[in-house]
């Protein structure tokens, strides 16, 4: 025995030297330490070591380590280094603007040589942090798994951490990471799952793995289910660990040293009957770090992120991958292309398209002709856009060219009410092209087709608005024919026509005649009182042509591919918020509104809008410039009244704002030169009184309020009007902007002919918006004509663009609400489902780039006003508190999966948010994802979340703390439902 002591002292002294004349950083090959496969923060390292006899050789790469060799493979994925840390502005794609550069945290700390952990020897964290490389797919579609694997040159003995996407993932000092199945002894039972256990009764070690021998303290974790078991060294049991778990998880069994353990650390099954279910174990983990600093039910390969995108999170986003060690950070940041998920191949649809043959030009002569159209200005369509549109309708339908069919209306009396077509053959069925002056309401039947057949029997086409019509203002897409496409006419007014289809049912019988006639409303007196404005009758239906479709089949095939639309309720959503990109800054003059000014209750209205934080108000109803110079003449004006209205409001809010919109009074004429003259010393006089004399600073003046109704005259005195008013206004003050024209519809047609002549007195352009005048219309049908609002104004930008490009001009959409009509008063307007419905505008508002927005109006009005006669605050009063308070800075990236659940996104400098519209009848229940999402503020006793929801029920604040919970949860929306999260970032 002393002999063999002796040989053993001489065999570690020659050890040791052949230790210390190695070059550093060479690999230790240890007699005490066998092969094992381990895991450093997240990569699976080999061990050159030999194993003992009784631990099988065969080694597999991790689960990890699978998985990303699949995907890679699958996905093609991108394998980008990085040297040295730097910044790096985004990838700006699709309707996504630049983000601005970040600037990250640069290192340039000296990396020290770092000696093998097994030799005891110190190391030097003093160590410069790089992302060496990234592998990830560029491309992923929705419901597959993203895979991001960061690979870092960090030192072993000290805890990283990386994050992605706002998910921190900690890498422990010293881990090592042990699959038992590769350390299973040779009778031991390996699984289909990748456990081990002993199937035999009786103690049993069957699972053994080198300990580290660095003389440091290790944390023990365990993954097991089923039994109990027990760690052992060698020649004696160490703990026994209790418990029966019917799932695998882990379990800290204590913390050892190589002095404790030994070797090797081993583990023992219980003693079993027969035919009993064993402990099964998975994995076995160490690492120098405690257990209240990390647990692996996080997980082991810290490095390794997933993310599976929803189908709102179709684009491009940029994400920062990071490193952070002993205070140093390094970043990178790459961009993944989330594509549709593959949808199902359908048959087909044939091929459509009509020759010659296959159509038969019905359109009568010589009506045109006959109808005198010279005679009507506004109906004037026929031009070149119009012939070259024609060009492009689908399918080959070649409509006549020079051919216009209009039906009477209130301004067109002489016109006819109906227009009987000769047919007198047998066709398959009817294809027409069609237009309007003016529009009726959403859904409305303007006009109709009566077929006529042989025998007597008849069969009615309806034409009903936005299905088979398009008309001037609202929709451009038709839910049951095909839009065609926009003709400006010589007066501004814009056409846009519409092919409809009609599928004979009785294919075998001769057609007589069809008959053209629109829908006349005499209305009576009771009528009237209700409903003031009677639109259908404004508008006349316009037939362009009509073409026979001889071929059965093709006939039913044209009328399946323009169907109308069915309605789909949607009771599930996703949506995707990116903090990341900010698409632009929210105007809070976007959340305004209109005022008819001084009067009773004007002090305690203002007391309460101090709570609504508005900052513009326009003045429209109760201000006029008849009422600040009654006479007419400017040597006598009437100021006082307005100067007192603006001075309270300032005393309640210093940062007010009110707009004046500047309408022509009663007693000017302005299509006369000296009329003009007049209406432009009042308008540059009341400018002198209120920001020259007074000094009030009021910053926006609106040169008229709906002129040119129903088309421009060719003299446009209105313009020549503006022109003169705001160059005299602009000598006055020339800090101030000068906007209009304020049409009742936003008219593109008109709107461009009005900047066109007066662009160069233009700071802002505005607009008024009612979707519609009958508090019948469905609620659907406003709901879904929301988009539109955003629409206006892209399409308002587009003209600004075209005639003057670069200039910056404040778009306005000074009045808008629900219904345009009071007699009677629209409901919904002072109900949860008006505050949807305004919540959803807004949404759009601001995603087409709208600086001001005034909903109509204030206070009292019926239901128009946010606040009642009481001056009691309505849900919608409810919603402009929460957006002017809370609604700030930048909108960001945001998607939903269906057009009826919306989501506005934005940030600021202390806060981060989103607003959820529901627009649905029934409760839908939205599964939220944020990327990129920020540092929110957390608290373990309090959540820091504010909630506000809008709702039947009424209006609810609280806390919650969903936002901060995760990137991804759940919230049920009830119907009709506005509901506003705001967090806080960290201080």
């Known amino acids: 025995m002393n002999k063999f002591f002796s ?3 001489l065999l570690l002294i020659f050890f040791i030297g052949c230790d210390l004349a190695k070059p550093q950083g060479q690999k230790e090959e240890s007699l005490e330490t066998p092969t094992m496969n381990v895991s450093v923060s997240g990569a699976v390292l ?73 030799t005891n020897s110190q190391t030097n964290h ?67 799952n990748g456990a081990v256990t002993f199937d035999k009764s009786g103690y049993a070690t069957f699972v053994t793995v080198p300990f580290p021998q660095d003389n440091k303290e290790y944390t023990v974790w365990v993954r097991y289910r089923g039994r109990e078991f027990c760690l052992r060294r060698p020649e004696k049991e160490l703990r026994w660990i209790w418990g029966s778990p019917p799932k695998f998880g882990w379990i800290n069994t204590g913390r ?16 079993v009957s027969p035919n009993t279910p064993n402990v099964e174990i998975d994995q076995i983990l160490f690492t120098t770090a405690k257990e209240d600093s990390f647990h692996p039910s996080n997980g082991v390969d810290a490095n390794v992120f997933t993310w599976t995108p929803s189908v709102s999170a179709v684009g491009k986003h940029t994400f920062t991958a990071a490193v952070k060690v002993a205070g140093q950070t390094a970043e990178k940041q790459f961009t993944v292309d989330v594509l549709p998920a593959l949808s199902v191949k359908k048959s087909p649809e044939p091929e459509l398209r009509f020759t010659a043959k296959d159509c038969v030009d019905l359109t009568p002569q010589n009506i045109s002709a006959d109808l005198n159209l010279k005679k009507y200005p506004a109906l004037q369509l026929i031009n070149d856009t119009y012939r070259a549109l024609l060009q492009e309708i689908p399918f080959g339908l070649n409509f006549p060219n020079n051919f216009m069919l209009p039906l009477r209306a209130d301004v067109y009396p002489d016109l006819p009410d109906r227009m009987e077509l000769p047919i007198d053959r047998n066709i398959g069925g009817l294809a027409f092209l069609l237009t309007e002056y003016l529009q009726g309401e959403i859904d409305q039947e303007m006009a109709h087709f009566l077929v006529r057949y042989a025998d007597g029997t008849e069969e009615k086409i309806p034409l009903r608005e936005e299905v088979e019509l398009c008309g001037q203002i609202r929709s451009h897409n038709p839910r049951g024919g095909f839009f065609a496409g926009t003709v400006v006419s010589s007066s501004a007014n814009e056409y846009n026509l519409t092919v409809a289809a009609w599928k004979n049912p009785h294919p075998n019988k001769k057609i007589q005649t069809v008959t053209f006639s629109n829908i006349r409303s005499p209305l009576n007196q009771q009528k009237k009182e209700e409903n003031p404005l009677n639109v259908a009758n404004n508008s006349s239906q316009i037939l362009l042509g009509i073409l026979g479709i001889v071929d059965n089949k093709k006939a039913e095939t044209l009328a399946k591919i323009l169907p109308a639309t ?23 003059y976007v959340f305004s509104t209109n005022e008819s000014g001084a009067g009773i209750g004007f002090d305690q209205y203002l007391l309460k809008m101090k709570e609504v934080n508005y ?172 988009p539109s609002f955003g629409k206006d104004a892209i399409d308002i930008r587009a003209v600004v663009e075209r005639i003057t490009p670069g200039k910056k001009v404040e778009l306005a959409i000074t009045e808008y609400n629900i219904n345009y009509s009071y007699k009677p008063h629209d409901p919904r307007q002072a109900t949860h489902i008006g505050a949807a419905w305004l919540a959803s505008v807004l949404n759009h508002l601001i995603r087409g780039g709208v600086d001001i927005g005034q909903t109509w109006h204030s206070r009292g009005g019926g239901t128009y006003g946010l606040f009642d006669h009481n001056n009691k605050p309505r849900p919608t009063a409810k919603l402009l508190f929460v957006a002017n308070n809370f609604i700030k800075g930048q909108q960001v990236w945001a998607q939903s999966s269906v057009p009826t659940v919306e989501c506005l996104a934005f940030r600021n400098e202390k806060t981060a948010g989103a607003m959820l519209v529901n627009k649905n009848p029934i409760p839908v229940t939205v599964t939220m994802e944020v990327l990129n999402p920020p540092d929110f503020a957390k608290s373990w006793v309090v959540p820091e979340t504010q909630s506000f929801s809008i709702s039947e029920t009424g209006f609810a604040a609280c806390y919650t703390d969903d936002w901060s919970k995760g990137t991804t949860w759940n919230v049920e929306l009830t119907p009709y439902e506005v509901r506003v999260l705001v967090s806080p970032f960290q201080k």
């Open 7 to 9: 040989l053993t002292i």
């Open 46 to 118: 080999d061990n050159e070591n030999a194993l003992p006899a009784e631990v099988p050789l065969p080694t597999q790469p991790s689960a990890a380590q699978s998985s990303t060799a699949q995907s890679s493979a699958k996905q093609s994925p991108a394998e980008t280094e990085l040297s040295t840390v730097e910044a790096k502005p985004l990838h700006n794609t699709g309707n996504k603007p630049k983000k601005p550069e970040t600037k990250l945290v640069k290192t340039n700390s000296q990396t020290n040589s770092q000696t093998n952990s097994q």
């Open 126 to 192: 003093n160590h410069t942090v790089a992302v060496q490389s990234l592998k990830y797919p560029e491309t992923i579609r929705v419901g597959e798994t993203f895979q991001l694997t960061i690979t870092a040159d960090i030192p072993q003995d000290i805890e990283v951490s990386y994050r992605f996407n706002g998910t921190v993932h900690i890498a422990p000092p010293n881990l090592q990471v042990f699959r038992a199945a590769e350390h299973a002894r040779q009778d031991a039972k390996k699984l289909p």
């Open 256 to 271: 050892y040293t190589a002095q404790t353990v030994g070797p090797r650390l081993s583990i023992m099954s219980g003693k």
């Open 566 to 588: 069915p309605d789909v309720l949607t009771q599930s959503a996703s949506v995707t918020v990116d903090f990341d990109y900010s698409e632009r800054n929210i105007n809070p």
């Open 615 to 786: 900052c513009m108000l326009r003045f429209h109803a109760g201000f006029s410039l008849d009422s600040v110079y009654p006479k007419g003449k400017i040597d006598k004006p009437n100021y006082a009244v307005y100067v007192e209205m603006v001075k309270k409001s300032r005393t309640v809010n210093p940062d007010y704002q009110a707009m004046f919109c500047l309408k022509v009074p009663s007693f000017v004429d302005v299509s006369k030169p000296e009329g003009r003259q007049l209406f432009a010393d009042l308008c540059a006089d009341f400018v002198r009184e209120m920001n020259i004399k007074e000094q009030l600073g009021l910053t926006h003046w609106e040169i008229f309020n709906e002129p040119y109704a129903q088309g421009i005259p060719s003299d446009r005195w209105m313009w020549h009007t503006y022109n003169l008013a705001a160059k005299q206004m602009k000598k006055v003050d020339p800090n101030i902007k000068i906007g209009g024209y304020a049409p009742c519809w936003p008219m593109i047609g008109y709107i461009a002919d009005f900047y066109q002549h007066c662009h160069e007195n233009v700071d802002f352009l505005s607009w008024h918006k009612y979707p519609t005048g009958s508090a019948n219309t469905p609620t659907k049908n406003i709901m879904a004509g929301t």
